[in-house]
Each structure stands twice: as structure tokens, then as C-alpha cells.
């Protein structure tokens, strides 16, 4: 259906429905800015309930042991992504749908400016015709009306006797003039008569229906421009819906997550002291004042469960509290420092060993101390291994580096690994000391020195001086070297206490050295190969030996796993280096 047919005598009325699709197009604008608004809002709200409810830096590790904390954890991430779709909601609102509405009305505006323009000049045309035909009908009817006078006048002049024929001619002849002027006025109102109609119908029937047209299909494209706009809404808010779902879905699996089974067991591995339960009570016979003992055989201290005032046996608990005592239960209803001690396990408050902790916290202390070392040995090693590919990369094609520049990184991280080493292997001692097991005194060497003494014993104060790319390692310090990481060669200056039962024992094992330094001749080690040295290495400590790049050397002793080889200079010095940092050949592999 046209507008044009329909609507021809609804210029007026369509001029002012097109104006308002205009102002609904205004109006779906401001909608769109305060959804997106309200959307963006939303997010952000979101995100600051999770921020505010977000664990701090410090709980982060508490979080994680519980499994209703770490699944909460998972729920506010799952809701921070969730507010993260609104903000991609309200961005393709913005980025699509605003923009494309804005350029619609832009649009709209200048199509009906457009078309009101040519509608009023249409209806302008058709009005001057009106008023041209309007006017010669007004013309014809003054001609009209002063023919019949002028015949009228004739008409009574000629029946008038007392006229003169010259005067009855004169009004005939006026008679005829304004006839033929009425005439003239007939005509030119029949043409123009003739040609406004013949406007009109072209104004009604062609050019009033065109400018109809084009309204309806400024219209019609406006509509189904909504239509489009409201679709292209629910696409964008449909394209995260699976997201949403899916973040819906995260927090019902961290729903499932939670379990109390698992949250109980945590409780126990994180608050377990590892004492004894504590013996019974004795009792305290006030008629013969003595005590029965029946503490606990394995050194658990007693228990005062008695808080009854007025009693003896109350009064010596309350001075032994001040002493300090309090026995075991003092463990649960001491002070929060206590407590504070137990949950911060590597807080600054522990000591080094966390001999501070109760023994089942200590044990697991360590055991996460050691792996600490154990990832950081692994990345250090790692990192070595790239640098020494890429100097071989550098020494192969020394347009892309200078190998030497990387000698000095290589050096320091060979340090860092043994002073990570060393590190570990004392954690290691504290953790085969906590345990009461003898500690393994690994893979020794097979020599015996000035050089390679190792002696413990319990009564001494040992002075322990490291190698080269380990740190000194301090006094009474435990140490355990097993298969993977074994002993590194080292001196060690015996300083004996006054004591006759340690100098007695220091008798004994000086003998045993000088029988065992019988067994070897005066020439020490026998050479087993040569060895070729690759980097620099700057002697720092007792019992190594400097070296330069590319010196040749005498092998006499292989790496026991340590990382370190006895070798022997050509002026007879004698020393360990590391082994990373030479190239060895053995005399028996010529053999095979």
C-alpha cells in the first residue's frame, strides 16, 4: 500500500508521524547510553566486590589449604570474568548498535528535511495555479456583470424617444466592447480553469505521491532499522551467554570442590604439634609429702589440669608457671605468638632449623625449604645449560656474540648452584637430626689428607672452610650427603674442648688417620688422565687450585658426583677445580 493513495490529503499528518519516528530514534538512543551505563556499572561493582573480597598477598597460602577457601577463591575469579562479559556487553553496544542509531537519525533528518522541501514546493505550485484561476474567474465575472449593464444601457436608450440616434448608437457601440471583453475574461477562465485542473490532477496523482514515497521509505527503512538494532542487541548479549554459562559452570564445579573430609585432614596436617598425649596425672601424697612419678617416659613435660585454688599442689603448679613451665597444654592455651608461630611456619620469627615449631610443623618446614632449593637448583641448572649452548652458538659463529662475555655469568651461576647446594644439604642435616637417624655420611673419597679430613663428634666445635662457589658453612651446622648431592672435599681445623673424655676421643682418631695415611706412598695420587681448561677459574679458597683458559693438566682423581676435580698443575700443585669448567680424557678409555 502507497502512502501516496491512501494518505494524499494526510501531508500534514505524515509530515508530523516521520517527526516522530525521528524523536522515538532520539529516544532508543538515550536507552542504549543508559543501558550500556548501567551495564558497565554492573562490572564494575562486580569487580570491586571481588577485589574487596579477594584474598590478601599474605592469605593467599592459607586459601589454598582449605578447600572450601580455595573453591570461594575460584567462585570471585569466575565472577570477575562474568562482570568482564557486561563490560564486553555494554563495549559492543557502544562500539555497534549506539554508532549505527546515531548515523540513522543523522540520516533521517536530512531525507525528510529533503522531502518536506519538495513537498512544499509542490504544494506552492498548486496554489498559484488555484489563485491564477481564482483570478480570471474574478475577471470574468466583472466582465460579465458590466456586459449585462452595457446592454441593459443600450436596451433603454434605444426604447427612449427623446435620445438622438448618435446617442443611441454610442451605447450600442459600448454594449459591444464590453461584451467582447467579457468574452475575453470567458476564455482566458476556461484555459486557465483547464490548466489548473490539469496541475491538480498532477499534484494528486504524481507529484504529491512521489514525495509520499519517499517519506514511506524513509519510514520503512527507519523500522526496519529498529528491528535490525533490537536484533543485533540480543546477538551481543547472546555471544556471552555461553561465556556466562560457563563461568556458572566454574562455580558449581567449585561448588563440588568442597569437601570436609579433606578440609578436616588440612586441619590436621596444619595444627598437628607431633607431642605425645600427656601422661596421667601423679598423685601427690601430702601425709608422707612425696610424689608419686608417672610422668611420661619418652620427655613429655606434665600437665597442671588442676585450677582449683587453696591447694599445695596448686601453688607449686602456679610457681612453676612463673618459671616458665606449664607443660604441654601450655602449647594451645599460651599466648597467640605461639600460635602465630604454628600457622606462619616461614614467618621472620622462626628460626633457621624452625626448631621452634612443634616437630610435625618442623618436619614439614623443612621438607618445603628443601623443595624451594630443589626448584631453585633446577632453574639455576637450566639457566647454565642455555648459556653454555649459546656460547657454544657465539663460538661457532662469532657474528652473533662474543663468547667471552658470557664467561662471567657462566662462573656466577656455577656458584650460585653450589651455594644453593650447600644450603639444601643443611636443611637436609636438620631434617635427618629432627628424625633421630645417624646422618648418612654419603660417598666419601678415598683418600685421606690434609686436604679431605672429615670428622664429627659432639664434643667438638668443628671450623669448616667450603670450596670454591660454596658458601662457609657455620659451626654445629648438620650436613647430609647422599648419592645425589654427596660431599664436596673440604678441610677441616679441629678445635678441641677441655674436656678429657673429647680429648681422649680426638686421641683415638688422630691414630686412626696417621695408620690410614700409612697406606699411600709419598707421591699421593696416581694420574688417571689430562684434562684441558675452558673458562677462567680464579682460585678463592683452600684447597682449589686457579686456572687459565686452554691449560693442560693432570687428572688425578675423577668427580665423585660433587662437582669438583682433583687435578695436578705442571709445577706440581696439587688441587680441586670445577668440573664444568675442564675437558677431561681418561687413560682407560684409550684402553677400550
Request: hydrophobic residues 30%; contains cysteine.
Amino acid at each position: 500500500m502507497s502512502w501516496g493513495t491512501e494518505l494524499w490529503d494526510q501531508y500534514d499528518t505524515i509530515a508530523t508521524h516521520t517527526q516522530k519516528g525521528i524523536d522515538f530514534c532520539e529516544r532508543f538512543t538515550h536507552f542504549l547510553k543508559d543501558r550500556c551505563s548501567i551495564e558497565l556499572k554492573y562490572a564494575s561493582e562486580l569487580k570491586k566486590l571481588v577485589k574487596s573480597y579477594q584474598p590478601k598477598k599474605k592469605e593467599e597460602e592459607e586459601y589454598q589449604q582449605y578447600s572450601w577457601a580455595a573453591r570461594f577463591w575460584d567462585v570471585l575469579k569466575e565472577l570477575h570474568d562474568l562482570a568482564g562479559q557486561h563490560e564486553v556487553i555494554a563495549e559492543n553496544t557502544q562500539g555497534q548498535v549506539l554508532k549505527d542509531v546515531q548515523s540513522l537519525i543523522s540520516e533521517m533528518k536530512q531525507q525528510r528535511r529533503k522531502d518536506l522541501q519538495d513537498g512544499a514546493k509542490v504544494q506552492d505550485q498548486l496554489k498559484e495555479s488555484l489563485a491564477k484561476l481564482d483570478k480570471s474567474r474574478r475577471n470574468y465575472e466583472k466582465a460579465f456583470k458590466m456586459a449585462e449593464k452595457a446592454t441593459d444601457d443600450y436596451r433603454k436608450a434605444d426604447a427612449d424617444i427623446n435620445l438622438s440616434r448618435a446617442e443611441v448608437e454610442k451605447t450600442r457601440n459600448m454594449m459591444m466592447i464590453k461584451n467582447n471583453q467579457c468574452d475575453e475574461s470567458k476564455n482566458e477562465y476556461a484555459a486557465q480553469l483547464q490548466q489548473t485542473n490539469q496541475h491538480q490532477r498532477d499534484h494528486y496523482t504524481q507529484q504529491m505521491p512521489s514525495v509520499f514515497q519517499q517519506m514511506q521509505s524513509m519510514e520503512e527503512n527507519r523500522i526496519n532499522k529498529i528491528k535490525s538494532m533490537v536484533k543485533q542487541i540480543a546477538d551481543i548479549e547472546r555471544s556471552v551467554v555461553p561465556i556466562i554459562n560457563t563461568c556458572i559452570d566454574g562455580m558449581v564445579k567449585a561448588s563440588d570442590g568442597i569437601s570436609a573430609e579433606e578440609d578436616s585432614k588440612a586441619v590436621i596436617d596444619k595444627y598437628k604439634s607431633g607431642f605425645p598425649i600427656p601422661a596421667d596425672i601423679p598423685f601427690e601424697d601430702l601425709s608422707n609429702s612425696s610424689v608419686i612419678d608417672t610422668s611420661n617416659a619418652n620427655g613429655t613435660p606434665k600437665n597442671s589440669l588442676d585450677n582449683r585454688k587453696g591447694t599445695v599442689s596448686d601453688k607449686k603448679k602456679n610457681r612453676k608457671d612463673k618459671k616458665g613451665g606449664g607443660g604441654l597444654f601450655g602449647i594451645f592455651t599460651s599466648s597467640k605468638a605461639t600460635i602465630n608461630k604454628i600457622i606462619g611456619l616461614l614467618g621472620e620469627e622462626s628460626k633457621e632449623d624452625f626448631s621452634d615449631l612443634p616437630p610435625n610443623q618442623q618436619r614439614k618446614a623443612l621438607n618445603r625449604k628443601i623443595d624451594e632449593f630443589k626448584k631453585e637448583i633446577a632453574r639455576e641448572t637450566a639457566e647454565r645449560e642455555g648459556m653454555l649452548k649459546m656460547k657454544d652458538v657465539y663460538v661457532n659463529n662469532p657474528a652473533l656474540g662474543d663468547p667471552n662475555a658470557l664467561e662471567k655469568k657462566i662462573e656466577e651461576n656455577a656458584q650460585k648452584i653450589d651455594s644453593l647446594q650447600a644450603e639444601m644439604r643443611k636443611y637436609q642435616g636438620y631434617l635427618a637430626n629432627m628424625d633421630a637417624k645417624p646422618s648418612p655420611v654419603g660417598q666419601r673419597r678415598n683418600s685421606l689428607s690434609d686436604d679431605s679430613i672429615s670428622q664429627s663428634s659432639t664434643n667438638m666445635e668443628m671450623s669448616q672452610t667450603s670450596l670454591p662457589g660454596q658458601p662457609p658453612v657455620a659451626a654445629n651446622e648438620p650436613e647430609v650427603y647422599t648419592d645425589e648431592w654427596p660431599e664436596p672435599p673440604r678441610t677441616v681445623e679441629i678445635r678441641k674442648k677441655p674436656d678429657k673424655k673429647a680429648i681422649d676421643d680426638e686421641e683415638d682418631h688422630v691414630g686412626e688417620f696417621e695408620h690410614a695415611e700409612g697406606d699411600f706412598d709419598e707421591e699421593g695420587f696416581p694420574v688417571i688422565g689430562t684434562c684441558r681448561a675452558l673458562y677462567i677459574y680464579e682460585a678463592g679458597n683452600e684447597g682449589s687450585v686457579a686456572m687459565t683458559e686452554g691449560e693442560e693438566m693432570f687428572v688425578l682423581e675423577q668427580d665423585q658426583g660433587d662437582g669438583w676435580t682433583r687435578v695436578r698443575k705442571h709445577d706440581n700443585s696439587e688441587g680441586f677445580v670445577p668440573t664444568s669448567y675442564i675437558q677431561c680424557h681418561f687413560y682407560d678409555q684409550d684402553e677400550v
